[in-house]
């Protein structure tokens, strides 16, 4: 790092080794190689700067993105870069762009959806970016009710082709991202029609544009949706409409690995389960659990650093006054944020081992666990989402005024990121599909069968509603069971207790609308239970490194007894813990905040971000905060003249008037 280091006295303070560190958070000492070596090149490459984004107007704002998803291209062809590395380098150009849907959500759903065939056709000519593609589910009229959509794909038998149709207003394919303006091609969510019967939604490969001049294939009707929430932020993707007038496609262009359409039109099922058509969903559910954790260690990082550099009060004899870190307030708003980052690292990383092995399973047609994989990917998506864009905000509040600055780099990455509580399923929808699986999973509990998974805490159900917390000291709140034993006792005692309100009800699908804001609260319940569960497994690894598992313990105890403390009402009212014992938390958690704080700045650093992907004045490497912020000013368009454009018609006349009525 080149200059003065203003924050060199905080690294001093450091008592674990940061490089072990950068290592637990990337994952692995590959994965953190060959990121930062990304992370390097995209930061070293002029094409890729950030400076003005958010001032550029969209048409200009747009047309950046394309110059800099093409050189990404560009550089990943010069470089032979590898999938993953690209992966990584389209991540720190940090740009949302048609690119995240094609190899997101485009490339994923052939592979998922399609058969063999289908896959060797459409993949090699997408892994070339011969063809652009996009996600087409969402409707203007629907979004989260997936079977309602209204597009439709009616089979004709004369040509061996589907008709694809738009009958009305709100089937307009609405929301898809790089639909706008570049996608050529596109996975169409329609409902299959063969001999006049319905056969659900499924998924359609068709073709949008021409490969020559790009203009829409005739009967398709095709733009942008319009500017979104924010300067720059997700105005950088081209969301689209989209509306179909009888377009012919071959029939092998439907997605047939979950229900293949003969010749005939007939309707033949393959042994995979239907629900498979939704596995793009839990693909993508699962990388914005990962993502997520990077979203909030990049605001976390901003926050910590520049607390520790503002200060402000408690001088009394000249001397310099108290570091914001330093405030208990300011440590107990942002400690349990830099924790839950850390936590949703975690349960991310898990979350990936669990997509593989249920991807490993389907392959052998197993599919006992996919109940599980979805109502994990749908409940965590939610948490981490929700709690994230949340912490955005929240850390901007912790950097006071200068954090609404768009120099701070808080308010594009909230305005980029809160759309992820809505996107990939909104998010209280989600977590009633997490209330349908726990309801489920209880009611079967007097059948006998024995909940596996991330639910196995259900089967010692009765233990668990009985049990008493032995916590007599704030020590006590240290130990692995006793925390565990406190979430798993409130899940399950809030899940039984709602299970039990809706065996009132003589139709259970009532009740389950009536008690719905009820299950939403035990789903939550369930998937912070899940976190804590996999943080405190990831302590029990091995974990190289000076005192790298001390600091992981503390922020593991720190998240878990903040959220404790947050939801008091829980524990309490499930009689889990008495007040003297949340009281004992509450002190644990106090001390935590003070173990952490000489480490703050270490662990934030261990991150690893440059400053280019931070983007952020008060978050940068080396605290020199001030005199850069002072600069950035003066690089705003308005300062480029001392006398602002519009003085003499509307500023000057205005002053005029006022001195002429004075004299008068
Ligand atoms: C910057 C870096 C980029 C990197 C790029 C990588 C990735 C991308 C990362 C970031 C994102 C970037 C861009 C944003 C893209 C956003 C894209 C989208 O938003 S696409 C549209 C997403 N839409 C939704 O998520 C819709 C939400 N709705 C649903 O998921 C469902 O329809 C439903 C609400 C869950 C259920 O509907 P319904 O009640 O009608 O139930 P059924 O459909 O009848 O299902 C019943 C049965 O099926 C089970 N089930 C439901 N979903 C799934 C699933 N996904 N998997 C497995 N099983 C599922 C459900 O549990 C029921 O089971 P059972 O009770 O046993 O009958
Ligand atoms: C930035 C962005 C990018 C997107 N990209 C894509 C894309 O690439 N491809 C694509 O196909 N789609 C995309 N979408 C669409 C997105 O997937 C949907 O917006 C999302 O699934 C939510 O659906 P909805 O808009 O219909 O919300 P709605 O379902 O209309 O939600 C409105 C409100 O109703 C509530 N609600 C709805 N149903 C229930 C229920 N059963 N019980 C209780 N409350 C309920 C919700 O909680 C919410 O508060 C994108 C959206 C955004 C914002």
């Not at 470089?79 to 485009?106: C, I, K, Q, Y």
């Not at 996009?134 to 040509?159: C, I, M, R």
């Not at 954090?403 to 209280?428: K, Q, R």
């Amino acid at each position: 790092m080149k200059g003065v280091d203003h924050l060199a006295h905080e690294r001093n303070k450091t008592e674990f080794d940061v490089d072990a560190m950068k290592i637990v958070w990337a994952g692995s000492r590959h994965a953190f190689e060959l990121s930062d070596r990304m992370a390097r090149l995209v930061a070293s490459d002029p094409a890729f700067q950030k400076d003005g984004r958010i001032r550029l107007g969209r048409k200009e704002l747009f047309k950046n993105t394309l110059r800099k998803a093409a050189h990404a291209w560009k550089r990943i062809l010069e470089l032979h870069l590898t999938e993953e590395e690209a992966g990584w380098l389209r991540n720190f150009v940090d740009e949302p762009s048609f690119t995240d849907l094609h190899w997101g959500m485009f490339v994923p759903a052939i592979k998922g959806q399609g058969t063999d065939e289908q896959q060797q056709k459409w993949l090699p000519l997408a892994y070339k970016m011969q063809i652009i593609g996009s996600y087409a589910q969402t409707e203007l009229g629907h979004g989260s009710n997936v079977q309602g959509l209204e597009t439709t794909a009616t089979f004709d038998p004369e040509t061996d082709e589907f008709v694809i149709h738009s009958p009305t207003l709100t089937s307009s394919k609405w929301w898809p991202g790089g639909l706008g303006k570049v996608s050529t091609h596109a996975i169409v969510y329609a409902r299959l029609i063969t001999n006049g019967q319905e056969h659900g939604v499924h998924g359609f490969i068709v073709q949008l544009r021409s490969l020559d001049d790009h203009m829409p294939i005739p009967g398709i009707t095709i733009g942008d949706i319009g500017m979104k929430f924010g300067n720059g932020a997700y105005n950088t993707m081209d969301n689209g409409v989209l509306t179909f007038d009888h377009i012919r496609i071959p029939r092998n262009q439907m997605l047939m690995r979950v229900l293949q359409v003969t010749r005939e039109g007939k309707c033949v099922k393959s042994n995979v389960p239907r629900q498979l058509i939704y596995g793009t969903m839990v693909f993508v559910r699962q990388t914005i659990v990962a993502d997520a954790s990077t979203a909030l260690a990049r605001a976390v990082c901003i926050a910590t650093r520049y607390s520790a550099v503002r200060r402000q009060f408690g001088s009394q004899d000249g001397g310099m006054e108290t570091q914001v870190i330093d405030y208990k307030t300011q440590q107990s708003r942002l400690f349990p944020l830099l924790a839950s980052a850390y936590a949703f690292r975690f349960v991310g990383e898990w979350l990936k081992w669990l997509y593989t092995d249920v991807t490993q399973r389907l392959q052998a047609n197993d599919f006992s666990i996919l109940p599980e994989a979805h109502a994990c990917t749908a409940g965590l998506k939610s948490l981490t989402t929700t709690a994230t864009a949340d912490a955005i905000e929240e850390c901007r509040k912790l950097c006071g005024g200068h954090g609404y600055l768009c120099a701070s780099g808080l308010p594009e990455l909230f305005a980029v990121y809160v759309p992820a509580c809505t996107y990939e399923g909104d998010n209280v929808v989600l977590l009633l599909q997490v209330a349908r699986f726990l309801m489920k999973t209880v009611s079967q509990l007097g059948s006998g069968k024995k909940p596996v998974g991330t639910t196995a805490y259900l089967g010692r159900v009765q233990d668990l509603l009985q049990c008493c917390c032995d916590v007599q000291t704030a020590e006590d709140w240290l130990k692995p069971s006793v925390v565990l034993e406190a979430f798993e006792a409130r899940s399950a005692r809030m899940c039984v207790a709602r299970a039990q309100n809706l065996s009132k009800f003589e139709n259970p699908e009532d009740g389950f609308a009536e008690l719905s804001a009820d299950l939403v609260e035990a789903s939550v319940a369930h998937c912070q239970l899940i976190v804590v569960s996999k943080f405190i497994d990831k302590l029990q690894q091995d974990i190289p490194g000076k005192g790298v598992n001390r600091q992981l313990q503390n922020l593991c105890y720190i998240y878990a007894l903040n959220l404790l403390h947050k939801y008091l009402g829980d524990f309490l009212s499930t009689g889990c813990i008495t007040p003297k014992q949340a009281s004992l938390a509450n002190d644990q958690l106090r001390s935590l905040y003070s173990q952490i704080r000489p480490n703050a700045i270490a662990l934030v650093d261990a991150f690893n971000y440059t400053d280019h992907y931070l983007g952020s004045v008060l978050g940068r490497y080396d605290g020199n905060v001030y005199p850069k912020l002072y600069e950035e000013a003066w690089k705003d368009p308005l300062n480029d003249s001392v006398v602002p454009d519009g003085y003499h018609e509307y500023i000057h006349p205005m002053l005029k008037q006022q001195l002429r009525n004075a004299r008068l």
